[in-house]
Nanobody, 120 residues
Framework: QVQLAESGGGSVQPGGSLTLSCTASGINLNLYSVRWLRQAPGEKREAVSCISTTVGSTYYEDSVNGRAIISREYDKHAVNLQMNSLKPEDTAVYYC?????????????WGQGTQVTVAS
């Protein structure tokens, strides 16, 4: 059974930092493109950042660009999202999503989410 797990969430003051981590069991996460998404209360889920596989290219949504760094730890089969200069509007549940195109079909998995709360 495949499971994605996020960790590293918590409560932090504005201006603080957190590093979220996405790990997987049952798949080799190093082979998958991985996205971080977030959903604030009453809002739609939105993409925050993603990292590809073969060339490791990255994407950042405008609101986190310059404050976030997505990276892989290949030895740990993990994808991390470091968030700096956190703002109250970053408060949300953060999810990781992994997908891989295999033989014309997508293999896709979601994590359960980790809460990030930014408040004084």
């Amino acid at each position: 059974q495949v499971q994605l797990a996020e960790s590293g969430g918590g409560s932090v003051q504005p201006g603080g930092s957190l590093t979220l981590s996405c790990t997987a069991s049952g798949i080799n996460l190093n082979l998958y493109s991985v996205r971080w998404l977030r959903q604030a209360p009453g809002e739609k889920r939105e993409a925050v950042s993603c990292i590809s596989t073969t060339v490791g290219s990255t994407y950042y949504e405008d609101s986190v660009n310059g404050r976030a760094i997505i990276s892989r730890e290949y030895d740990k089969h993990a994808v991390n999202l470091q968030m700096n200069s956190l703002k109250p509007e970053d408060t949300a549940v953060y999810y990781c999503f992994a997908d891989l195109l295999v033989g014309g079909s997508w293999s896709s998995y979601w994590g359960q989410g980790t809460q990030v709360t930014v408040a004084s």
